[in-house]
């Protein structure tokens, strides 16, 4: 804290400083809504509990500005929990050791929660804040955005008055967003037969790690590589050539991050063992050389482990290998219509086996629907195929732009005079919450806009401190100007 309480404005920063302390990975977040509710009652302000969880606080016009139109400042309470494998890190009890680093706040081994604590933090500022002029504001604090948007899905209609929508959840100072794409959670499920490990064998750990991973929306069309592609490339070559068993799998661990790791127990007939390292250490070599001036700090590795009590049978072995061999991944297209964007994309992020079957978990993203089903029909198509079971969950709407935005308008003056530049106006290839709350409320005016994120979802996470003034300053001047 004592880094963080010099950084301005220190209203926000000592606000996020609170954050770091409170755990608040996806689906265990009932500390932080205890923290907001709790400080919401304690300046006096009405704050409600929705059934899910979400934590909703008003605050009435500053006086002489009862008749400006209602503003809801929105964002989400939980953060990914993604760490380094040598970090020591238990993101349901331990705090964040968050610390700047030069023009960044970032943290030590792990995510930092700047995604969405930075846009949480601002709000609660702009609550506890007796000098900020503004109409009727409303605070709207969901849950579980990071893994499937469960409180912006059973948000209710009719409890929000406002007539705007800002949304702090976006990552690029001096731009503000007006759309974003949608998403469709991906289940495949390949059933196996534990069968009995050939005789005459040697037990390995397949370990693939120092990936950057990175947000599978936000990173995609940054050449980061997915772990779960890579490691079955190698399984592939390792069954073809060494005649490798496959006994476990695991890889990725949230459907919104592109996989860093990916572990495999094999075994390898004991006259093939040397000729298996020795393949593995070219592979690596292979790796590196491909793809090393992004993923500098790739490993391949193997540990020789006990003889594992079964292998899966050979047939679904190999259609598991080929179906992810052959499963598309990253960006899929690009966007017609705003040059950089990509419309849609394919993060083949979970893969974990147990003692009877394999899933594979996908999130696809686009921001036009009929190329969402089309991407669901081409998984569909390829993994039953290949024997699994296929079905698609999860699904969220896009959010489509609308360029005569009142606030759009608004904002981007306010830019253009406090800064003299125009901000830029774009859409997003992540999944903002903007798409389903609108369904709701349809009435809404939205923007989404916020500081200089860099690799959220990831252990090198980072927040520009310089872009968090500027942010603050732009919200305060917006509240303001409408």
């Known amino acids: 804290m004592r880094d963080l309480s010099e950084l301005k404005p220190e209203l926000l920063w000592q606000h996020f400083y609170q954050l770091t302390q409170i755990p608040r990975p996806s689906k265990n977040e009932k500390a932080v809504i205890n923290y907001v509710h709790d400080f919401g009652l304690s300046l006096g302000l009405e704050t409600i509990v929705d059934e899910v969880g979400n ?32 970090k020591q890190h238990d993101f349901e009890h331990d705090p964040i050791e968050a610390f700047v680093d030069g023009e960044w706040v970032t943290a030590n081994g792990t995510t930092l929660g700047a995604d969405n604590g930075i846009g949480v ?50 990552e690029d ?30 037990a390995y750990k397949v370990i693939l790690s120092g990936l950057k991973g990175g947000h599978s929306g936000m990173d995609i069309n940054i050449g980061r590589s997915n772990a779960n592609k890579i490691i079955f490339r190698f399984l592939k070559q390792a069954v073809s050539q060494y005649g490798a068993r496959l006994s476990s799998i695991e890889g990725g661990n949230l459907r919104n991050a592109i996989p ?79 040059p950089g964007l990509v419309e849609t994309s394919l993060n083949v992020a979970i893969v974990k086996s147990d003692h009877k079957e394999v899933k594979v978990s996908a999130l696809l ?67 903002l919450e903007c798409g389903i709350l609108g369904s709701a409320y349809p009435n809404w005016d939205m923007i989404s806009f916020g500081p200089t994120i860099r690799h959220p979802h990831s252990p090198d996470e980072k927040v520009n401190i310089n872009s968090v003034e500027k942010f603050w300053c732009f919200l305060v001047e917006t509240l303001q100007s409408i």
């Open 55 to 86: 934590v909703i606080i008003r605050k009435p016009a500053t006086p002489g500005y009862e008749s400006k139109k209602g503003v809801v400042l929105q964002g989400h309470l939980d953060m990914v929990p993604q760490k380094n494998s040598d």
């Open 121 to 170: 933090a601002a709000i609660l500022a702009v609550l506890q804040s007796d000098t900020i002029k503004h109409g009727p504001v409303e605070a709207l604090l969901t849950i579980d955005e990071e893994t499937g948007m469960t409180g912006a899905n059973h948000l209710k209609p009719g409890v929000l008055r406002g007539d705007i929508l800002l949304n702090l959840d976006s």
């Open 173 to 202: 100072e001096g731009e503000l967003y007006v759309g974003c794409a949608g998403g469709s959670d991906g289940n495949m499920v390949f059933s196996f037969k534990e069968t009995p490990v050939p005789v005459d064998v040697s």
């Open 260 to 338: 860093r790791e990916a572990y495999a127990v094999i075994t390898v007939p004991a006259s093939k063992a040397v000729d298996f390292m020795n393949g593995l250490n070219d592979f690596e070599a292979l790796m590196k050389s491909e793809i090393g001036s992004v993923e500098t700090g790739l490993k391949l590795r193997a540990e020789k482990v006990d003889v594992p009590s079964f292998v899966m049978d050979e047939m679904t072995q190999d259609d598991l290998i080929n179906a992810m061999q052959a499963c598309p991944n990253g960006v899929i297209r690009m966007s017609s219509d705003m």
């Open 365 to 431: 993203r686009s921001s036009v629907d009929s190329a969402m089903r089309d991407l669901e029909s081409t998984l569909e198509s390829l993994f039953r195929l290949a024997g699994a079971e296929v079905w698609f969950d999860g699904q969220y709407p896009g959010w489509k732009p609308n360029m005569q935005s009142d606030i759009l308008n608004t904002m981007k003056q306010v830019y253009m005079n406090k800064w003299g530049v125009e901000p830029q106006i774009k859409a997003i290839h992540a999944g």
